[in-house]
C-alpha cells in the first residue's frame, strides 16, 4: 500500500513559480513510476509529467520547458517545480503512483494523493 501527500499549492500571479511535493509511504516508491496530474473544472484529469524509477522523465506539450520533475528516492518524495504559470495551469494537481513501468495513461495509476489546488491569477 502506498500514501501520498501533496503539498505547495497556492495562488500564485501569471509569470510566477511554484514547486509542489508528494511525500509518499511504503518501501516501493523507488520502483514506482510517479506523475503528476492535473483536473480544471469540467475538464479530464490530464497528465501533467511523469518519471520513471529510474529518472526517465516525460511532459505534456503544455507545460514542457516551464515544468520540471524529479524525484528524491531517498526522501521518498517526488517534486514538480512550475515556473511561468499561466492562468490555464489553473487545476487541482494530483500526485499519483504506479507499479510497474511509466504509463501516461490516468486509469494505469494504482495510488493517488487528495490534490492541491494551483490557482494562476492574470
Known amino acids: 500500500q502506498v500514501q501520498l501527500v501533496e503539498s505547495g499549492g497556492g495562488l500564485v500571479q501569471a509569470g510566477g513559480s511554484l514547486r509542489l511535493s508528494c511525500a509518499a509511504s511504503?518501501?516501493?516508491?523507488?520502483?514506482?513510476?510517479m506523475g503528476w496530474f492535473r483536473q480544471a473544472p469540467g475538464k479530464l484529469r490530464e497528465l501533467v509529467a511523469g518519471i520513471t524509477s529510474g529518472g526517465r522523465t516525460n511532459y505534456a506539450d503544455s507545460v514542457k520547458g516551464r515544468f520540471t520533475i524529479s524525484r528524491d528516492n531517498a526522501k521518498n518524495t517526488v517534486y514538480l517545480q512550475m515556473s511561468s504559470l499561466k492562468p490555464e495551469d489553473t487545476a487541482v494537481y494530483y500526485c499519483?503512483?504506479?507499479?510497474?513501468?511509466?504509463?501516461?495513461?490516468?486509469?494505469?495509476?494504482?495510488?493517488w494523493g487528495q490534490g492541491t489546488q494551483v490557482t494562476v491569477s492574470s
Open positions: 511504503g518501501r516501493t516508491f523507488s520502483s514506482n513510476a
Open positions: 499519483a503512483a504506479k507499479t510497474g513501468g511509466y504509463s501516461s495513461l490516468t486509469g494505469q495509476y494504482n495510488y
